[in-house]
């Protein structure tokens, strides 16, 4: 079974640019979360779908930051325009059910210059 | 307001000792604790988790202990291998709702 996978791994793009980050969750699980690691901090949330709806978006930093799940399989995370204080990793996580662990993907850096 | 820490960002041990990984947390609400192992250029990788109704859960070299009454969460790890050297989130949850991270500790395992 193929885990959780992000794309791209790396992102380096101008200040006011637009990048897209797409996840694949495992087949199967309802539950898709972003999350996001700024300068060696906490894993922060970000926001949760079960599949297609948005059930907590409470961690988005600001309205730069949209967030899909069309079809409820796989999610994008657009960042528009961004800005220095988004670089960081950001992480999809994905989960069967809500009460249960989460599956992590590797992560994509991006980095706002 | 970061209701789960992690105040020592790193620790190092002699392989085939104990090394102990704390974690405290605010909410009392939290039902749920888990413990996340991370190598550079990786996700986090699930280890061990522990349900609030419990106070020990144990998976081969790791055990987490739960102290609800101090809001405490430790991991145990015997003994200590090379290869654990990692970064180690501790987590936790309530109900259905997000998973609340820790800011990490770097495990440094000495051969």
């Known amino acids: 079974e193929a885990g959780v996978t992000q794309f791209p791994s790396h992102s380096v793009i101008e200040k006011g640019q637009t990048v897209t980050l797409r996840c694949d969750p495992i087949?199967?699980?309802?539950?898709l979360y972003w999350y996001r690691r700024v300068m060696g901090k906490e894993i922060k949330f970000l926001l949760h779908?079960?599949?297609?709806?948005?059930?907590?978006e409470s961690g988005m930093p600001n309205n730069r930051f949209l967030a899909e799940r069309t079809g409820g399989t796989y999610s994008t995370l657009k960042v528009q325009p961004a800005e220095l204080e988004d670089s960081g990793v950001y992480f999809c996580?994905?989960?069967?059910?809500?009460?249960?662990?989460?599956?992590f993907g590797q992560g994509t850096r991006l980095t706002v210059v | 307001d970061q209701q789960v820490k992690q105040n020592s960002p790193s620790l190092s041990v002699q392989e085939g000792r104990i090394s102990i990984l704390n974690c405290d947390y605010t909410?009392?609400?939290?039902?749920?604790f888990l413990w996340y192992k991370k190598y550079p250029a990786e996700g986090p990788t699930f280890l061990i988790s522990?349900?609030?109704?419990?106070d020990k859960n144990e998976d081969g070299r790791f055990t987490v202990f739960l102290n609800k009454s101090a809001k405490h969460l430790s991991l145990h790890i015997v003994p200590s291998q090379p290869g654990d050297s990692a970064v180690y989130f501790c987590?936790?949850?309530?109900?259905?709702?997000?998973?609340?991270f820790g800011s990490g500790t770097k495990l440094n395992v000495k051969p």
């Open positions: 996580a994905s989960s069967r059910q809500t009460n249960t662990e989460a599956f």
């Open positions: 087949s199967g699980h309802d539950n």
């Open positions: 779908f079960v599949k297609e709806s948005k059930q907590d």
């Open positions: 909410n009392s609400m939290f039902d749920y």
């Open positions: 522990i349900s609030s109704i419990k």
């Open positions: 987590a936790a949850k309530r109900d259905f709702n997000k998973f609340y």
